[in-house]
């Protein structure tokens, strides 16, 4: 099944007396799957663990994440966006910022929406590239033009059922594919959970800085958003700042996160469809989980297909995950 045919899914979830269905990709919450389900009456009774169209938007637009956070008080980047018809502008607004440059495609990428140039001629390059040649396709009608924030980044996931919330571990992944952080940005090469620096002042300072008014602000804005709240975050000299949000887990996160929870997750997921989170107790492992990426050569650029897999039946005390393959 395509994952934007809602119609499709709506008839398998109808013909196999399907209960719930947890929406893992941002591109179906984006296109409204939520909503379609709760306008449906033969599906409306489905509980759908994944914000509407509405709040999918803090990950499906850069800009609406930005307005959202600036509205909130929430702390994050400077930033202005621009269109190819305000090009010049953003060309103007890069020779007001000290490098490196963060240039983000406003719409959905795939996770490979951003670059970060070094320099001020590599900026305008990227920046024209992407609003003028459409590098991102549609995604980059508009582009986002961010301060640089120095620091170290960490990812929180928050549960929400529209009222309460739960945090959820905390993950780091690392995005560069070659060594020592160096190479093109991917969605994700590894991913560790907990964050060694993530103690619990920090964490605190997360939670009152951003959880609680990322969730009070969906609220003030009558935004009926259950699910993930994905937190992307920088760790500044100690303090946060969010770089994004995604509405659902992110790969490779969701990798070390899920294995340290040891509640019940269907639960929990059923106690988000009844608003009744707040009963919900989660236990967390104590244990570090630890994950990492083996891709095709040439990853994330074109790549070489057609690869076998072997010896993952020889695998002792880890989990395999897979994607993009064949039998």
């Known amino acids: 099944l395509s994952v934007s045919d809602f119609g499709e899914i709506g008839s398998f979830c109808t013909s196999n007396a399907i209960e719930m269905i947890v929406v893992g990709p941002e591109v179906p919450l984006v296109e409204g799957i939520n909503d379609y389900f709760e306008s449906n009456s033969e599906l409306k009774h489905i509980t759908v663990?994944?914000?509407?169209?509405?709040?999918?938007?803090?990950?499906?637009?850069?800009?609406?994440?930005?307005?959202?956070?600036?509205?909130?008080?929430?702390?994050?980047?400077?930033?202005?966006?621009?269109?190819?018809?305000?090009?010049?502008e953003g060309l103007e607004f890069l020779e007001t910022l000290s490098p490196p440059f963060v240039l983000k495609a406003d719409g959905l990428a795939a996770g490979k929406g951003v670059v970060i140039p070094n320099n001020l001629a590599d900026a305008k390059k990227e920046l024209t590239e992407m609003l003028a040649?459409?590098?991102?396709?549609?995604?980059?009608?508009?582009?986002?033009?961010?301060?640089?924030?120095?620091?170290?980044?960490?990812?929180?996931?928050?549960?929400?059922?529209?009222?309460?919330?739960?945090?959820?571990?905390?993950?780091?992944?690392?995005?560069?594919?070659?060594?020592?952080d160096k190479g093109l940005n991917t969605g994700g090469m590894g991913a560790i959970s907990p964050v060694p620096f993530a103690d619990d002042a920090f964490l605190k300072k997360v939670e009152e800085r951003i959880v609680k008014p990322s969730v009070e602000g969906l609220k003030k804005d009558n935004i009926d958003y259950v699910g993930f709240l994905f937190i992307g975050l920088m760790n500044v000299g100690g303090d946060p700042f969010v770089i994004e949000y995604n509405v659902r887990m992110g790969d490779p996160e969701t990798e070390v996160v899920i294995p340290r929870i040891e509640s019940d997750l269907v639960e929990v997921f059923q106690a988000i469809g009844n608003k009744k989170l707040d009963q919900v107790e989660m236990k967390i492992s104590?244990?570090?989980?630890?994950?990492?990426?083996?891709?095709?050569?040439?990853?994330?650029?074109?790549?070489?297909?057609?690869?076998?897999?072997?010896?993952?039946?020889?695998?002792?005390?880890?989990?395999?995950f897979h994607a993009g393959t064949t039998q």
Do not use: W
Request: with cysteine.
């Open 49 to 88: 663990i994944g914000p509407k169209k509405l709040g999918a938007q803090l990950e499906g637009s850069k800009r609406f994440s930005k307005e959202f956070m600036q509205r909130h008080d929430i702390p994050t980047a400077k930033y202005q966006a621009f269109t190819k018809e305000t090009l010049n």
């Open 133 to 180: 040649n459409s590098k991102f396709g549609t995604a980059s009608q508009e582009v986002v033009i961010e301060e640089f924030l120095a620091g170290i980044e960490l990812s929180v996931f928050v549960l929400t059922d529209g009222e309460n919330y739960k945090v959820l571990p905390t993950a780091k992944d690392y995005k560069r594919i070659g060594e020592g």
């Open 286 to 320: 104590d244990k570090t989980v630890c994950t990492v990426m083996a891709v095709s050569g040439g990853y994330p650029e074109a790549y070489e297909r057609l690869k076998p897999i072997s010896g993952i039946e020889t695998i002792e005390e880890s989990i395999v």
